[in-house]
Every structure is written in structure tokens, then in C-alpha cells.
């Protein structure tokens, strides 16, 4: 269906990194999978054609274009050639946020250059063991002593984490019986610091080319100048750009099941049964056709919300909305296009597979679909 949320601009900037994706990503992507990381030098390259750096303000050697559209095109591309740039998707739809909107005069001359240039790399460390959508139960604390802070805990799931220069840490920094939210802060660990160790990469389903590691923090001294924002604000800070957070998820979640159906489409052109194109049979043609109509329903869905939040007018209960329908539809749009291939759907070699297991964890980070229904119901009054 007719989209109309991209000017000449956009499609500009598309062409680039569908030529950056197929001469730069393609042809090493499998190996990047079987290595479980995607290499530093992506990010390099990245920076030297002006994507990493696109929202970071020109004084630093950016774009100073904050514009989530952008950001969309990146995943539609790289879904389109049936591969995923998750880790640049976290660092600069998720973590790139919290440095553009908190960070100080000081902290932007150390750090934007250098995040513009794809040579230093983030992550943020939330999630813990004990502790996944409660952020309020963090147990990672962080206790002042002079001019730095004592970081003590540990984080699971950091996306990013094993080649990270820069990890914005949620820790405790305070108590307040009266209200759990309050007292959490963001510290910036530096690559290096004594007592912040990388623990084991986690083996995941899916997403095989992100890495995604165990962070623990012994006594790691962080000086105060590496605090992001106010001390104990951090809780207002996370959730304010969650709504983002979860359209980038929602966004992927449309083009790989859009990409799902491409791919599909092409298999039945080609595979035979029975003496005919397995396009052919008239359960072939309805199925494809019933998928089609529920991406294109999600894509008019994810529009809408993505015009919102270049406005600044995405509440979260929309965005909740936006991702619970685009990340439920791509499960049920993935699995049917996998149906189709039959027996190969379920081989490694074919992209489907790979598009069917990465699809997983989507109805699951940045919330899972049952906090976006309480959400939901939240602000219908229930």
C-alpha cells in the first residue's frame, strides 16, 4: 500500500545503505553469525558514510538529524536483504538517546566525536538476574565515596556488551521505602576500569549475529563526572524513551515478517509438488494473501505511530499498542511463511529459518506482550 512518511531526503539516505548492506554486509554475514559479533569495522564503516552519527549534533561530526525515520529505513533495508544490523539498531535507536538527552557539555566533547565516528561503541546494562521488566528491583549499587562512585553488581542480556566502550549502567544510588522507583542512576563504565568484566556470551535461539553477554561490577571506581543526568533520576529517564524503544522493535518486526513474505512469495514461484508450483494451490495463494493484508494493517499501524513520535506526540500506551500488534503479527506471519517451505523452512540454510527463530525475542524485550496488554489496559480505565 501507499506509504507517504518519507521525503526525497529519506529515500536518499535508503539507496546509501542498501548499497552499504549488500557490499558491506552481505556476503560476510554468515560468517559474522557462526562468530556470534558483528565486527568493530562495521561500525567504522558506518560512521564513515555519516549513519552512526546521524542524530549527534555537527559540532561533533554528526548530521544533528534526529529524525526516528531514518532510523526505521536502516531496518527496513537490512531486513529487505534478509539480514539484521541489531546491534547498530540498539546503539542508536535505544542507547544513543540517553547521551543526546542527558549527557553535559563536558561529556559530549569526551564521548559525541567518537560515538560519531563509529569508533566507540555502547551498551546498557538494565536487565539482571533477578530483575527484567521491574526496574525498580534493581540491586546493582552504586555508593559515593569523594568524587567517585563504587559500582557493585551484575547484568544479564546486554546486547552489545562484549565490545563495548561505553556501558550506561542502572545502579542504586539510593533508598527510599516510600517510592521503589526512585534512587536509581546512570553511570557510564569505561571500557578498562578496574573490576567491570565481561562473563560468558550467551548462546541465544536466535539473533545469532548480536552479541549479547554477562556483565558483573566488583568495587569499580567510577569517577562522578561519569554520572549521566541527575543522581536518582534514572527510572523518569528509562521510560521516558521507551516509547522509542519499542517502535524500533515494532519496526523490525514489520519488515522481517514483510521480508518473510517476499522470500515466501519467491520459494512457491519455484518449488514444485505434485507436478506444479507449489504457488499454485489455492491454500498457497490464501495464505500469502491473508499475511499480506495483516503486514500491510501493521504497517499503516507502525506509520502513523512513527509520525507521532518524530512529533513528540507518542504516548506510551500507543507505542505499547504498536508493538504488541506488530510483534504478535510477525510470529503468526513468520511461522505461516515457514509452512510453505515445508521441510526446508526447518533447515538453517534457508533465510526463513533464520527469520522464524530471530522473530522470538521480539514479543519479549523492551517488555513482553503481556506488559504492553497491562499497559494497554491501564489506559482504558482498567
Not at 561500525?43 to 559540532?59: C, D, K, S, W
Not at 554528526?62 to 546491534?87: H, K
Not at 517476499?262 to 506444479?276: C, H, L, M
Request: proline letters at 3%; glycine letters at 10%; one cysteine or more.
Amino acid at each position: 500500500m501507499r506509504r507517504g512518511i518519507y521525503s526525497d531526503d529519506h529515500e536518499a539516505f535508503r539507496l546509501l545503505v542498501r548499497d552499504f548492506i549488500a557490499k558491506e554486509v552481505v556476503g560476510d554475514y554468515p560468517k559474522w553469525e557462526k562468530a556470534g559479533q558483528m565486527p568493530r569495522e562495521v561500525f567504522a564503516r558506518l560512521g564513515e558514510i555519516g549513519v552512526t552519527g546521524m542524530a549527534i549534533p555537527e559540532q561533533y561530526g554528526g548530521a544533528g538529524q534526529e529524525d526516528f525515520r531514518y532510523n526505521v529505513i536502516l531496518q527496513e533495508e537490512a531486513a529487505r536483504a534478509l539480514v539484521t544490523l541489531s546491534t547498530v539498531r540498539t546503539q542508536l535507536d535505544v542507547i544513543l538517546p540517553y547521551f543526546l538527552r542527558y549527557a553535559n557539555d563536558e561529556q559530549r566533547d569526551r564521548w559525541f566525536p567518537g560515538l560519531a565516528q563509529g569508533s566507540l561503541l555502547t551498551a546498557v546494562a538494565m536487565t539482571e538476574p533477578g530483575t527484567g521488566s521491574d526496574l525498580a528491583g534493581v540491586t546493582t549499587t552504586a555508593v559515593l565515596d569523594g568524587d567517585h562512585y563504587i559500582l557493585n553488581g551484575a547484568k544479564t542480556f546486554i546486547t552489545g556488551g562484549l565490545l563495548a566502550d561505553l556501558v550506561v549502567v542502572v545502579a542504586r544510588t539510593s533508598t527510599d521505602p516510600e517510592n521503589r522507583r526512585a534512587g536509581l542512576s546512570l553511570l557510564v563504565v569505561e571500557d578498562g576500569m578496574d573490576g567491570f568484566e565481561r562473563g560468558r556470551v550467551l548462546d541465544k535461539m536466535g539473533c545469532k549475529v548480536q552479541d549479547t553477554v554477562e556483565l558483573s561490577f566488583t568495587d569499580v571506581r567510577v569517577p562522578i563526572s561519569n554520572l549521566l543526568g541527575e543522581e536518582g533520576s534514572a527510572f523518569g529517564y528509562l521510560g521516558s524513551n521507551l516509547p522509542q524503544e519499542r517502535m524500533t522493535v515494532a519496526a523490525g518486526s514489520v519488515a522481517q515478517a514483510r521480508a518473510a513474505l517476499t522470500t515466501t512469495i519467491e520459494y512457491v514461484k519455484e518449488r514444485k509438488a505434485f507436478g506444479k508450483p507449489v504457488s499454485g494451490f489455492q491454500n498457497t495463494k490464501f495464505e500469502l494473501a491473508a499475511i499480506s493484508s495483516e503486514v500491510e494493517a501493521a504497517q499503516a499501524m507502525l506509520d502513523s505511530a512513527v509520525l507521532d513520535l518524530v512529533d513528540g506526540d507518542l504516548s506510551a500506551p500507543d507505542a505499547a499498542r504498536v508493538k504488541l500488534f506488530c510483534t504478535e503479527m510477525q510470529a503468526r506471519a513468520v511461522d505461516r511463511c515457514l509452512q510453505l517451505f515445508g521441510g526446508y523452512g526447518y533447515m538453517m540454510e534457508y533465510p526463513i529459518a533464520r527469520l522464524y527463530t530471530d522473530a522470538r525475542v521480539a514479543r519479549i524485550y523492551a517488555g513482553t506482550s503481556e506488559v504492553m496488554k497491562s499497559i494497554i489496559a491501564k489506559s482504558l480505565g482498567l
